[in-house]
């Protein structure tokens, strides 16, 4: 297979006046399952990569793509799994209401069961000192690693996917009814927001926490700042979900994945700045290199792409 090369122009974040050229050299595509894979995210240190998959099994690879261990275990589906900030732990969560941390080794290390429904998401606070989840019986809970509950908030409707604040001082929370939840770490609502895009999917605070990014099952991927005003709507695709939005690390634009199989990446304008078509059913999650120079993909048969990024 070669090398295949994928040229978009991108604004420089200096000048709005000045191009970049941004190069996706895809460095590799392979089968990392038998069946979806839901998540994938980058280690701290962008050495790793962690993928979690329908059939109840998170696999750890190097950026490369060579798998090193797979957490077995947990009743499927395994919706998410994730590292925490030092990059030593890994956290996945089940159907079963559970969730387990592990260690770079592939050993569990703990299981905990903060909920009585299906897990849908769980991250490490920045600090590494405290866990937040959600879940399909409507609660986004705060507790501590060793299992103690700090706080429980009661969100109507199944919450789907989490994001923390690079500060830690704001949880985001997004649901099935299409509401944005802010939640203050030490109890309570902040803000509740009504994005209008169906079932939101995932969420994540810009790398300098002034704004969030949502993607939605109605085609969309929405720009929002803090205070829940719309900045910008991305429209992906006339039919099917956005499954992943992710914010390139320097901020200066985004990808999305969806259903169509293609990676998209805008401005934050909302221009279109180029497709990517990978052809092979629904794409379900993005993840790039804290430092920006690898983007990873992960697709509803199994595959995975990993793109190297230059300029």
Known sequence: MGVEIVEAE???????????????????????????????????????????????????????????????????????????????????????????????????????RPHRAAVADALFSPDGQTIVTCSDDGQTQVFTRQGEKLVGVLNPGTARNLAYHPRGILIASVSDSGSLYLINPQGGIEREIATGQGRINNVNFSPDGQQLLTAGTNGSAKLWNLAGELITEYKVVPTGWVNSAQFYPQGEWLA??????????????????????????RLT??????DGKYLAATGSQGQVWIFHLSK
């Open 10 to 112: 991108v604004p420089k974040a200096a000048s709005i006046n000045q191009q970049s050229t941004i190069k996706l050299h895809l460095q590799k595509q392979f089968t990392g399952a038998e069946v979806a894979l839901n998540r994938i995210y980058f280690s701290p240190d962008g050495k790793f990569l962690l993928t979690a998959s329908a059939d109840g099994v998170g696999t750890l690879w190097t950026k490369e793509g060579e798998m090193l261990k797979q957490l077995r275990g947990q009743k499927p589906p395994m919706f998410n799994a994730r590292f925490s900030p030092d990059g030593q732990t890994l956290i996945t969560t089940g159907y079963d209401g559970t969730i387990r941390l592990w260690n770079l080794q592939g050993e569990l290390i703990e299981e905990q």
């Open 256 to 281: 999305t994945a969806s259903d169509d199989g293609a990676i998209r990446l805008w401005g934050k304008d909302g221009q279109l700045l180029h497709e990517l078509p990978l052809g092979s059913g």
């Open 285 to 290: 999650s993005l993840s790039f290199s804290p």
